[in-house]
């Protein structure tokens, strides 16, 4: 049966109706005890009972170019580590869908059914409590192109809230609109009138249909809770909805943390001084307009730049790091997003932007020296990449570490040979600046301004770190030959070895207190949420092979290899 309009009220009349049913499966505690009334037998189980996962289908990403963070990569090492707990494979269910409305109904559906008296028997014909019921569910949460680069799993919150500021957005927009044709004839004014009109009632209309996917969702997760179902949800939260545990993947302060922390690392930022600086540029692609033409929510990258700008901002503020372009320094804070954020959707708008911000002093210059770029994910460090290339950079990020060499990296990948790696000292004044040399010999003074200018040149024409995110597949190749050094990605196989062994808990009516992944978090406005979590993977050449291959995540044919 389904429910289209506020379904609480009728499923738990249905509860009701069904209650002594529900007690006869709950009160069979024995794994081997049977009970015979009517010529029935129920037989309970030691397996830990049922689990019904319930995910988005995966996003569409740009230009077939597709991160491994997918929904459909995910559900294999769910499914695979959860038999591992010992559920059988026919009591775990999985149901995709492509919108919020159709999994509500899914998941409405799945509840009714079983709180009913449909389908509380497993494959065996063992009955099943709701007490022996998990369900795993991943919210379906709209997301715009620039976030889809990021890869299914960054978290977001699900609620009607965020329709009414889009609404607002569209408000916003009309007002403009409005402004600029105040020249226009009056007929023309009339078509601009009539398309906004068109154009906010088909918002109202969208905004209305998803507050009644919301709450239908809603009220069939209180309701599955209130039989005595487990409820997991999956990346994206819920605003005012407590589940019995929460599984926290990426979120945007987390992917531009990592970058930050690895650049700074790497370039040994804690050893920099102002005499001898390092140059970081910061791009953060986002969507301006979303394909409804309204004016897309910019939480997403402020949070981004507020994880990057709180590992670097103070070497920024001890002038220790400079950018480029000018457009950090040291008087910014973690609110100055717009400096460095720029439209992505267009067309070569990453190429502009990094031409423009490493332009040189004039054509015959040498490239403006550049030591490390975040790109935020991977779609956008391949334009990069493509656009260093154009401007005359050379080398790899295999070059600022010379006694780690691009066959030695690939050698280490196909298992031929171990990789070793020793520190390259980096001089805490810049050479123009060291005034320690013998200058007494005037002919030795210019054969050595000679050769500082040669290196100044090749130092400023050499290859930067170039970070990302999402680990696609397209971008390997460029990480094993270091024009990207690094990438991140969730680490899917132990995220499920963790789900998988809180439903087996929450099925056996135990707590997630035992869990050491575990640890109380505020979820979607709610406290003391046991959260499900664990550190992104930082990707390089150097650990690619450990990393994605071994696991199984990549071929050696991804990589190029």
């Known amino acids: 049966m389904v429910f289209t309009r506020r379904p609480a009220a009728v499923l738990t009349a249905i509860v009701a109706a069904c209650a002594m ?80 409305d159709k999994q509500s109904r899914a998941i409405q559906d799945y509840v009714v059914n079983h709180l009913s008296g449909s389908n509380t028997t497993d494959d065996a014909g063992i009955v099943i409590s709701p007490d022996n019921i998990t369900l795993l569910v991943a919210p379906v949460v709209e997301a715009d192109a620039s976030t ?47 398309s906004s009109d068109a154009s906010k009632t088909a918002g109202d209309s969208k905004n209305a249909a998803q507050a009644e996917a919301v709450d239908r969702l809603v009220s069939s997760l209180k ?21 019995d545990a929460f599984v926290r993947f990426s979120d945007a302060q987390a992917i531009g943390k990592l970058q930050a922390e690895k650049i700074v690392s790497k370039l040994e930022l804690s050893k920099a001084s102002k005499d001898n600086p390092k140059y970081i540029e910061v791009l953060m692609p986002y969507t301006a307009v979303d394909e409804s033409g309204e004016a897309s929510d910019s939480t997403f990258v402020q949070e981004a730049f507020r994880g990057i700008w709180q590992v670097l901002g103070a070497y920024y503020q001890k002038g220790v790091v400079e950018s480029p372009s000018g457009t950090l320094n040291g008087n910014s804070t973690e609110d100055d997003w717009q400096s460095v954020a720029y439209d992505a959707s267009k067309e070569g708008s990453t190429a502009k932007v990094l031409d423009a911000r490493l332009a040189k002093a004039d054509e015959h210059a040498s490239p403006t020296r550049i030591d490390g770029i975040i790109a935020m994910n991977d779609y956008i460090a391949s334009e990069v990449v493509t656009e260093l290339d154009d401007l005359g950079y050379t ?47 005037s002919a030795d003074t210019q054969d050595d301004s000679t050769a500082t200018d040669k290196t100044d040149k090749t130092k400023d024409s050499q290859w930067p770190l170039v970070t990302g995110y999402g680990a ?18 969730e680490d899917r196989q132990t995220l499920a070895e963790n789900i998988a062994e809180a439903c087996a808990l929450l099925n056996k009516g135990q707590t997630l207190t035992s869990m050491s992944s575990v640890r109380n978090t505020e979820v979607g406005g709610k406290k003391k949420v046991p959260t499900i979590s664990g550190p992104l993977l930082a990707v390089s050449a150097s650990n690619l092979k450990v990393t994605l291959i071994d696991p199984g995540y990549i071929s050696l044919a991804d990589a190029g290899l």
């Open 21 to 100: 049913a529900i007690s006869l499966t709950a009160c069979t505690t024995d794994a081997n005890s049977q009970d015979t009334a009517d010529d029935q037998t129920t037989v309970t189980s030691s397996a830990p009972g049922v689990v019904a996962m319930f995910t988005p289908s995966d996003g569409i990403t740009l230009n077939q170019q597709t991160p491994l963070n997918k929904w459909a990569k995910l559900t294999p090492n769910l499914t695979k580590a959860l038999t591992s707990a010992g559920f059988k494979k026919g009591d775990i269910s999985h149901t995709t869908s492509d919108s919020l």
């Open 148 to 194: 889809r680069q990021y890869g299914d799993y960054v978290s977001q919150e699900l609620s009607t809230a965020d329709t009414a500021e889009g609404s607002d957005s569209t408000d916003l927009s009309d007002s403009s609109n409005s402004s600029d044709s105040s020249d226009s004839s009056t007929g023309s004014d009339s078509t601009d009138d009539s």
């Open 223 to 243: 309701l599955a809770k209130e039989s005595g179902m487990h409820v997991v949800l999956m990346g994206n939260s819920i605003k005012g909805y407590k589940p």
């Open 395 to 441: 080398g790899s990020a295999a070059d600022i570490n010379p006694q780690i060499t691009i066959s030695g990296i690939v050698g280490n990948i196909t298992g031929k040979k171990d990789l070793s790696r020793s520190d390259v000292p980096d001089p805490i004044k810049s050479p123009e600046k060291d005034d320690s040399a013998d200058s007494t010999d």
């Open 472 to 489: 696609y597949v397209s971008n390997i190749p460029s990480i094993v030959n270091g024009k990207q050094w690094m990438t991140g990605i």
